[in-house]
């Protein structure tokens, strides 16, 4: 980013950042629980914190849940590193589930523990841990939820109640050490992980997963993938023989189809806020588990298919499914430059819609960089985690497009070194709407954000 660009968003940063809307952002909420509208502008400066972790602003405090390097509380090894994507499951008592993300590569600080039943591939180093708090947000335990799976970035709930965890690689056997191709999603109980075990979702692909979201009317699964290299990512669907089966229905099959929008080749070269797509296709997928070329490089026939650069976040609202290109770049091979959209995806009228552009002369600009993980907040709005260079935010934007900060993770460890600004990833709320749960990706922290939400 240029030096020019980067002075900007600074000065953004310090006098705020209200802007004019164009009204598409309240489609983001249409039928959801945050449909509610606030009509407050954030809840205002960030205060520093003396402890050189979280800055909040005034009211707001944070509880540091986990920390990587510490002891689980189940004795099975070290806390991992790389916290990453995250839900939360309501449980009885007041109790609370959460279910984290460790994007560990073979280089990884602190692996996830290998545990007997629960161990995909012993040379893979991601997984998943599961936390349970009581009412007070107090950690009753935390173990081992999945091990040997790699790079496990984000993912989505099931209408069911479990976690579906996305390996973000597409590496074989023999690459790396590991033992067992890579690529796949493994669903993941919360309070039972011996349950679901590790056994991977073969049917529904092996490519560099992202996120996903289940239609809870029809059962569909999207997926977004986010590929490193061009031909850049897909946008999925897939259709389970056995449509909101319960736990482990997904492992019955299905099958695996990729977005094609008619004349749309890359979807960053759409820029209008607005713009509607009708008659959306699907297309089956040649080859899911990807044996010789990766499923965005097989050939989807005469109309090709439709790539995007950095697909990333992926949510259910409504009856539509909405989901995040985080950035463009037409130095990486894009078609065209942006600084992150949403898009939705209604599939009662196959109508695509970009809902959201971010950037300096767009609908909602941000005062940092590329929007990655996205939740709705229940008190009316989105929480987006920044992904970029320098200070990382997590940033409010509400109804009506007006962005605020709420929080920025400062990672001062106490030495005279600088601060390391590990990136957000996460962002989810507890199921009574009062807390905010959010990941610091390095070094691995889990936060409980407390205070005044209006809601």
Avoid at 3 to 27: H, K, M, N, P, Y
Avoid at 182 to 189: A, L, W
Avoid at 263 to 289: H, Y
Avoid at 388 to 404: D, I, K, M, P, S
Wanted: hydrophobic residues 35%; charged residues 20%.
């Amino acid at each position: 980013m240029s030096a020019t660009r980067r002075q900007v968003l600074a000065r953004a940063s310090a006098v705020g950042a209200g802007i004019a809307f164009t009204g598409a952002l309240s489609e983001l909420f249409a039928g959801t629980a945050a449909a509610q509208p606030l009509g407050h502008t954030g809840y205002g400066p960030l205060v520093p914190d003396p402890h050189g972790l979280l800055d909040l602003p005034k009211g707001f405090r944070y509880t540091v849940l986990s920390r990587e390097g510490d002891r689980l509380r189940s004795g099975e090894g070290p806390v991992p590193s790389n916290h990453d994507g995250m839900a939360a499951f309501a449980g009885r008592g007041g109790r609370t589930h959460l279910v984290r993300n460790h994007e560990n590569r073979v280089t990884a600080k602190f692996p996830v523990p290998t545990v007997s039943g629960l161990t995909y591939d012993p040379a893979g180093k991601g997984g998943c841990t599961a936390l349970t708090l009581d009412a007070r947000h107090r950690v009753l335990s935390e173990r081992v939820a999945i091990a040997g799976t790699a790079v496990n970035c984000a993912g989505g709930r099931t209408p069911w109640g479990t976690w579906l965890t996305c390996e973000e690689t597409e590496d074989k056997a023999g690459t790396n050490g590991y033992t067992k191709d890579h690529g796949f999603i493994f669903e993941v109980h919360p309070t039972d992980p011996h349950r679901t075990g590790a056994v991977p979702l073969t049917a529904m692909g092996r490519f560099q997963h992202e996120a996903v979201a289940v239609d809870p009317h029809s059962g569909t699964v999207y997926e977004t993938e986010d590929a490193f290299q061009k031909p850049f990512g897909l946008f999925y669907r897939f259709l389970p023989h056995k449509p909101l089966g319960g736990v482990g229905s997904l492992r019955a099959g299905g099958r695996l189809q990729a977005m094609r929008v008619p004349g749309v080749p890359d979807l960053s070269t759409i820029q209008e806020t607005g713009a509607r797509f009708d008659g959306i296709e699907w297309v089956d997928v040649p080859d899911p588990l990807a044996v010789s070329t990766p499923t965005r490089l097989q050939d989807y026939g005469p109309g090709g298919i439709t790539h995007a650069q950095k697909l990333e976040g992926c949510y259910w609202g409504g009856s539509c499914v909405y989901f995040v290109s985080s950035f463009a770049r037409s130095a990486e091979g894009s078609g065209a430059d942006h600084y992150g959209q949403i898009w939705r995806y209604d599939p009662a009228r196959r109508r695509l819609t970009l809902v959201v552009v971010f950037g300096p002369d767009t609908d909602v600009r941000l005062p940092g960089e590329s929007p990655d993980n996205i939740c709705l907040a229940p008190g009316g709005g989105l929480m987006v985690c920044e992904d970029g260079n320098g200070a990382q935010h997590v940033f409010g934007v509400t109804r009506r497009g007006e962005v605020y900060a709420m929080a920025r993770g400062r990672q001062n460890l106490g030495t005279d070194e600088e601060p390391e600004w590990g990136e957000f990833a996460g962002v989810t709320f507890s199921p009574d709407g009062e807390t905010m749960f959010v990941n610091c990706y390095t070094p691995g922290t889990t936060f409980a954000v407390t205070g005044p939400w209006r809601g």
